[in-house]
């Protein structure tokens, strides 16, 4: 399945927090090997200062610079009172240059389908490409994990299924004050398991991204080393950074190794020579002392779809063998 989602959805191994209301954090943004932004107007912006920073997203947006990154914006929560001048101002002033918008806290369907009718009525509007504009869910509580399917069913623009772990944790009176870390006294598994497998579930049932939250303790990077690849263990398409020196990381966590992308693109080939006519119609072949079938081919294009999209390239060739 991944591999099919490949083609319309894009690499998501890091995506960069920016808060809208400092215009020096999103110009430098702009240089940063990320491959998403998303350009914050919730948490990391004051309630005063909300207005000022649509006007700075808006400009840096149009100002473009942003190269192959995805663009994002993040608006509040439908709860505030600030959401629906996000949206209007937002997509009416950079709709062409904006890729998706980020809607946090989100409970159940019916608020993503909120979203994407505004959006609709505003790229009818203005004269946009209608639907061209995703949606990122962000579940941040037990509500929204319990309607996690249907939010992500609830509309064809969502493109992604992100955990917000801060405000869950706090939703569902989490014992801890780290945010990415195991909470103080579990000591066997993980704490997150379930959430992060729901969301993931969802996701992939639904041919959608899952993007793991944020690892707040910026000056640890083994730390975040460490908790992405959890989540990237799973399956996870990537992870938000918050912190320049977090981008190398996710971008190499939740890309395969270069001898895992050879590997599957190896099996690939073989699998496609062996059941053809010159191979001898195989339902299965060895590879050296492994045996491939339709399953190995099925998992090697998660892989192989994780490393093109990555940007690798090969480095060996599958030789059919003689006779």
């Known amino acids: 399945m991944l591999a099919g989602m490949s083609e319309t959805l894009r690499p998501r191994r890091s995506c960069l927090a920016v808060p809208g209301s400092n215009p020096r954090f999103l110009e430098k943004a702009k240089g940063l090997a990320a491959d998403q932004v998303f350009l914050d107007l919730e948490d990391s912006c004051a309630p005063l200062a909300k207005p000022g920073a649509r006007k700075n997203i808006?400009?840096?947006?149009?100002?473009?610079?942003?190269?192959?990154?995805?663009?994002?914006?993040?608006?509040?929560?439908?709860?505030?009172?600030?959401?629906?001048?996000?949206v209007i101002e937002v997509v009416e002033g950079a709709g062409p240059n904006l890729d998706c918008i980020m809607l946090p806290k989100v409970q159940n369907a019916a608020q993503v389908q909120w979203l994407d009718f505004t959006l609709t009525q505003i790229e009818k509007t203005n004269g946009f490409e209608v639907g061209r504009i995703g949606i990122e869910a962000q579940i941040e509580n037990a509500q929204g994990l319990i309607a996690v399917d249907a939010i992500?069913?609830?509309?064809?623009?969502?493109?992604?299924?992100?955990?917000?772990?801060?405000?869950?944790?706090?939703?569902?009176?989490m014992k801890t004050l780290v945010v990415g870390e195991q909470p103080p006294g579990y000591d066997v598994g993980d704490a997150y398991h379930h959430i992060l497998m729901s969301i993931l579930m969802a996701a992939r049932a639904n041919n959608k991204q899952a993007i793991d939250g944020p690892y707040l303790q910026v000056r640890d990077p083994e730390g975040f080393r460490r908790v992405a690849a959890r989540s990237a263990a799973l399956g996870f398409d990537g992870k938000w950074v918050l912190h320049p020196d977090q981008v190398g990381i996710a971008n190499e966590i939740y890309a395969p190794s270069q001898e895992d992308y050879d590997h599957a693109e190896l099996i690939l080939d073989a699998y496609?020579?062996?059941?053809?006519?010159?191979?001898?119609?195989?339902?299965?072949?060895?590879?050296?002392?492994?045996m491939i079938d339709e399953a190995s081919r099925k998992m090697a294009l998660v892989i192989s779809?994780?490393?093109?999209?990555?940007?690798?390239q090969r480095t060996s060739k599958f030789t059919p063998p003689e006779g």
């Not at 995805?70 to 001048?85: A, G, Q």
């Open 272 to 290: 496609e020579y062996f059941t053809s006519e010159a191979g001898g119609k195989k339902g299965s072949a060895m590879i050296g002392d492994e």
């Open 152 to 173: 992500a069913k609830a509309s064809l623009r969502v493109e992604t299924i992100i955990f917000g772990p801060a405000d869950f944790m706090a939703s569902i009176n």
């Open 58 to 86: 808006v400009a840096a947006l149009n100002e473009g610079g942003w190269g192959e990154k995805i663009r994002v914006v993040r608006v509040n929560d439908l709860t505030t009172e600030w959401t629906y001048r996000d």
């Open 305 to 312: 779809a994780k490393g093109r999209a990555a940007g690798l």
